[in-house]
């Protein structure tokens, strides 16, 4: 063979061997990118099958009042003061799948406690959630209005008197959006308004409590929205607490709503309230309402104040002078401020009343309250309020004396993290 022809065959060779090794080479790395793919998007799933994150947040406001006549009747109805921090809130929230949970750990100057310890369960298809924990009771639109939404610095006092707030338990609510209607239901261990929590037999007391509402929205902003709501609660002769409200001012000297003002403090052996609920919104403007009734049966039926009946209500107006308007939750039936809002002014004011009378004793007291709120940030707040108040009923000089109406002006800075 010609040595020209040998060196092409040697040529060819080479040439070949070189190209299957790079093509080796590009297929090796072409692995590699591969399998690197792959990985990154199974830990990709991984993290997103696991839904697990958490979100630190926390809550300051300080408060600062001054008031005189009924809620100062102890000192001759001077004038008094205080600032405080109205509450001081650490909270921690994630998920993981189908559950979500929250807690909040309130802070006082010498206690921690846990308010909130709340599990929500959402893996149903078309079902209810489920929330078991330590969770806040569905009783009324006020009390259920969280303190950074509000319009004033206090609930109506009809709303402090029925909402047992955070109570252990477990709830299922549901919201239908081809109707408009949200049910909720709930058990929880009645620890509330003088109740132990047991029973002579170291058995939990339980309080049953539901609440039915239905939202329609005309169009943007302008809805309307109405509600009733339930609670039967066993009390297994724990003695009701004698103060039902402070009349919309925090840490007064006097609690203005006292059912045993001039009588007794009874044991009960259990108590039954109920209300209804409206609201109407219509662009800036939310005004809303509420009546409810409590009836006690006294462990002994012969006590004067057995089959009683308490009730309160409330009327309440707010504007947003800046054009915004407030936000409105279908899962949870209730409105929140306006969704980004800042550099706003909102003003509020609102008529109420508590009536824990009978025939030989407690107090009723009226308040009408009115305020203004400038917000900051959707975080920050600055807020404003005059109250005053009147008390009547068959206890009212057991309780006040002679002061049968004070003033309060009462102020609040919030801050969100």
């Not at 630190?56 to 300080?62: A, D, E, K, S, V």
């Not at 309080?207 to 609660?233: C, D, M, P």
């Amino acid at each position: 063979m010609h040595k020209t022809t040998i060196g092409l065959l040697c040529l060819a060779a080479t040439y070949q061997a070189s190209a299957q090794t790079e093509s080796a080479s590009n297929q090796s790395l072409e692995n590699r990118l591969s399998q690197l793919e792959q990985q990154l998007a199974s830990m990709e799933a991984k993290d997103a099958s696991d839904d697990k994150w958490v979100t630190l947040g926390g809550r300051l406001q300080i408060d600062a009042n001054i008031f005189d006549g009924a809620y100062n009747a102890d000192n001759e109805g001077n004038t008094g003061s205080t600032i405080f921090p109205r509450r001081a809130r650490l909270s921690v929230e994630g998920e993981r799948s189908d559950l979500e949970y929250k807690m909040i750990l309130e802070f006082a100057e010498e206690t921690i406690e846990i308010l909130l310890l709340r599990f929500e369960y959402t893996g149903f298809e078309n079902g209810p959630t489920i929330k078991f924990g330590k969770i806040r009771e569905d009783i009324t639109l006020d009390a259920l209005t969280s303190s950074k939404h509000m319009a004033l610095i206090e609930r109506a006092s009809m709303a402090n008197t029925m909402s047992p707030y955070f109570r252990w338990g477990v709830a299922a609510y549901q919201y239908f959006p081809s109707t408009g209607l949200r049910y909720a239901v709930g058990v929880h261990k009645n620890d509330a308004f003088g109740a132990e929590g047991t029973d002579d037999d170291s058995a939990i007391s339980l309080a049953t409590t539901g609440r039915l509402t239905w939202a329609h929205e005309f169009k943007e902003n302008n809805l309307i929205h109405l509600g009733s709501w339930g609670s039967y609660r066993k009390m297994d002769n724990s003695q009701l607490s004698a103060s039902f409200a402070r009349a919309e001012v925090r840490e007064p000297n006097v609690r203005l709503v006292n059912y045993a003002a001039g009588g007794d403090i009874v044991p009960l052996d259990h108590l039954s309230q109920y209300g209804i609920e409206a609201a109407y919104q219509y662009k800036s403007l939310l005004v809303q309402g509420e009546v409810a009734r409590r009836n006690i049966a006294t462990s002994d039926p012969a006590s004067l104040p057995d089959d009683e009946n308490y009730d309160g209500y409330y009327f309440q107006a707010s504007y947003m002078l800046t054009g915004e308007s407030k936000s409105y939750s279908k899962g949870s039936a209730r409105f929140n401020q306006p969704k980004g809002v800042e550099d706003a002014w909102e003003i509020a004011a609102r008529v109420s009343s508590m009536d824990a009378t009978s025939e030989f004793q407690g107090t009723q007291a009226k308040s009408f309250t009115a305020g203004v709120s400038y917000y900051i940030d959707e975080n920050t707040k600055i807020m404003l309020n005059g109250v005053h108040s009147k008390v009547s009923g068959p206890g009212t000089e057991a309780l006040v004396g002679d002061e049968t109406s004070g003033n309060a002006i009462t102020m609040r800075f919030h801050y969100d993290f």
